[in-house]
Nanobody
Framework: QVQLVESGGGLVQAGGSLRLSCAAS????????MGWFRQAPGKEREFVAS????????NYADSVKGRFTISRDNAKNTVYLLMNSLKPEDTAVYYC????????????????WGQGTQVTVSS
Protein backbone atom coordinates (compact mmCIF):
# COMPACT_ATOMS: atom_id res chain seq x y z
CA GLN A 1 0.00 0.00 0.00
CA VAL A 2 1.46 3.30 -1.14
CA GLN A 3 0.06 6.82 -0.99
CA LEU A 4 1.43 9.43 -3.38
CA VAL A 5 1.11 13.21 -3.00
CA GLU A 6 2.28 15.61 -5.71
CA SER A 7 3.25 19.22 -5.13
CA GLY A 8 4.99 22.07 -6.92
CA GLY A 9 2.55 22.81 -9.70
CA GLY A 10 1.49 26.32 -10.61
CA LEU A 11 1.47 29.04 -13.24
CA VAL A 12 4.66 29.88 -15.10
CA GLN A 13 5.55 31.84 -18.23
CA ALA A 14 6.85 30.10 -21.32
CA GLY A 15 10.57 29.48 -21.03
CA GLY A 16 10.42 29.22 -17.26
CA SER A 17 10.99 26.28 -14.94
CA LEU A 18 9.12 24.32 -12.28
CA ARG A 19 10.07 21.36 -10.12
CA LEU A 20 7.38 18.90 -9.16
CA SER A 21 7.71 16.63 -6.14
CA CYS A 22 5.94 13.39 -5.29
CA ALA A 23 6.15 12.09 -1.73
CA ALA A 24 5.36 8.43 -1.09
CA SER A 25 4.22 6.89 2.18
CA UNK A 26 2.62 3.67 3.39
CA UNK A 27 3.02 0.55 5.45
CA UNK A 28 5.64 -0.92 3.16
CA UNK A 29 9.11 0.50 2.81
CA UNK A 30 9.72 -1.21 -0.50
CA UNK A 31 11.29 0.91 -3.21
CA UNK A 32 9.16 1.29 -6.34
CA UNK A 33 9.80 2.25 -9.89
CA MET A 34 8.27 5.69 -10.46
CA GLY A 35 6.74 7.51 -13.39
CA TRP A 36 5.27 10.88 -14.31
CA PHE A 37 2.25 11.24 -16.60
CA ARG A 38 0.21 14.23 -17.71
CA GLN A 39 -3.27 14.85 -19.05
CA ALA A 40 -4.51 17.96 -20.85
CA PRO A 41 -8.20 18.76 -21.40
CA GLY A 42 -9.65 16.57 -24.12
CA LYS A 43 -6.49 14.50 -24.36
CA GLU A 44 -5.47 11.02 -23.25
CA ARG A 45 -3.14 10.60 -20.33
CA GLU A 46 0.38 10.51 -21.72
CA PHE A 47 3.72 9.31 -20.47
CA VAL A 48 6.30 11.93 -19.47
CA ALA A 49 9.20 10.23 -17.68
CA SER A 50 10.10 7.23 -15.54
CA UNK A 51 12.90 6.08 -13.27
CA UNK A 52 13.92 2.68 -11.95
CA UNK A 53 13.72 1.79 -8.26
CA UNK A 54 17.41 2.49 -7.76
CA UNK A 55 17.51 5.55 -9.99
CA UNK A 56 19.99 3.92 -12.32
CA UNK A 57 17.78 4.02 -15.41
CA UNK A 58 15.50 6.75 -16.78
CA ASN A 59 13.20 7.15 -19.77
CA TYR A 60 11.56 10.23 -21.34
CA ALA A 61 8.89 11.00 -23.84
CA ASP A 62 10.28 12.54 -27.03
CA SER A 63 8.30 15.73 -26.39
CA VAL A 64 10.17 16.47 -23.14
CA LYS A 65 13.56 14.89 -23.76
CA GLY A 66 16.33 17.40 -23.11
CA ARG A 67 14.02 19.72 -21.15
CA PHE A 68 12.72 17.60 -18.25
CA THR A 69 14.73 15.61 -15.70
CA ILE A 70 13.36 12.91 -13.41
CA SER A 71 15.22 12.02 -10.21
CA ARG A 72 14.55 10.36 -6.88
CA ASP A 73 15.72 10.45 -3.29
CA ASN A 74 15.01 7.01 -1.85
CA ALA A 75 15.97 8.09 1.68
CA LYS A 76 13.04 10.54 1.53
CA ASN A 77 10.74 8.34 -0.59
CA THR A 78 10.40 11.25 -3.00
CA VAL A 79 10.57 11.54 -6.78
CA TYR A 80 11.08 14.83 -8.62
CA LEU A 81 10.41 16.18 -12.08
CA LEU A 82 12.45 19.24 -13.02
CA MET A 83 10.84 20.99 -15.97
CA ASN A 84 12.92 23.54 -17.88
CA SER A 85 12.14 25.58 -20.99
CA LEU A 86 8.43 25.13 -20.44
CA LYS A 87 6.05 25.56 -23.36
CA PRO A 88 2.30 26.25 -23.45
CA GLU A 89 1.91 22.71 -24.80
CA ASP A 90 3.16 21.42 -21.44
CA THR A 91 0.01 22.69 -19.73
CA ALA A 92 -1.70 19.71 -18.08
CA VAL A 93 -2.44 17.97 -14.82
CA TYR A 94 0.68 16.04 -13.86
CA TYR A 95 0.43 12.71 -12.02
CA CYS A 96 3.08 10.61 -10.35
CA UNK A 97 2.75 6.84 -10.26
CA UNK A 98 4.48 3.91 -8.55
CA UNK A 99 5.01 0.42 -9.93
CA UNK A 100 6.13 -2.79 -8.27
CA UNK A 101 8.72 -3.61 -10.88
CA UNK A 102 8.33 -1.84 -14.23
CA UNK A 103 9.22 1.72 -15.19
CA UNK A 104 7.78 1.77 -18.68
CA UNK A 105 5.56 4.20 -20.57
CA UNK A 106 2.18 2.48 -20.15
CA UNK A 107 -0.17 3.51 -17.31
CA UNK A 108 -1.06 -0.17 -16.87
CA UNK A 109 2.45 -0.83 -15.60
CA UNK A 110 1.82 1.27 -12.48
CA UNK A 111 -0.10 0.29 -9.37
CA UNK A 112 -0.53 3.52 -7.40
CA TRP A 113 -1.33 7.08 -8.47
CA GLY A 114 -1.28 10.51 -6.91
CA GLN A 115 -4.10 13.05 -7.10
CA GLY A 116 -2.36 15.23 -9.68
CA THR A 117 -1.05 18.78 -9.69
CA GLN A 118 -1.91 21.47 -12.26
CA VAL A 119 0.83 23.00 -14.38
CA THR A 120 -0.15 25.98 -16.53
CA VAL A 121 2.31 27.61 -18.94
CA SER A 122 1.35 31.00 -20.36
CA SER A 123 2.65 32.48 -23.60
Amino acid sequence: QVQLVESGGGLVQAGGSLRLSCAASGRTFNVYAMGWFRQAPGKEREFVASISMTGGSTNYADSVKGRFTISRDNAKNTVYLLMNSLKPEDTAVYYCAAGWSAHGSSPSQYNYWGQGTQVTVSS
